[in-house]
């Protein structure tokens, strides 16, 4: 389903895999909105990366479309 419960668990799948995967990442925040009407979740994460010269927040948008 395409609610704010799926939404959250998705949420915390990313942030779990990410740190998992590659602790060179730090997550500063995820927002995973449900969209309804596309079928849709709408994804942003901010993130900054451990041991670049400079300190700086990235973002990364996506859509995670259900099929």
Request: hydrophobic fraction near 40%; proline fraction near 3%; aromatic fraction near 8%.
């Amino acid at each position: 389903p395409i609610d704010a419960r799926t939404a959250n668990v998705i949420r915390n799948k990313i942030a779990a895999n990410i740190t998992k995967w590659d602790n060179r990442v730090n997550i500063t925040r995820i927002f995973v909105d449900p969209d309804e009407d596309n079928n849709t979740y709408r994804c942003l994460m901010e993130f900054s990366i451990v041991g670049l010269d400079v300190e700086s927040t990235r973002t990364l948008k996506f859509v995670l479309r259900a099929f």
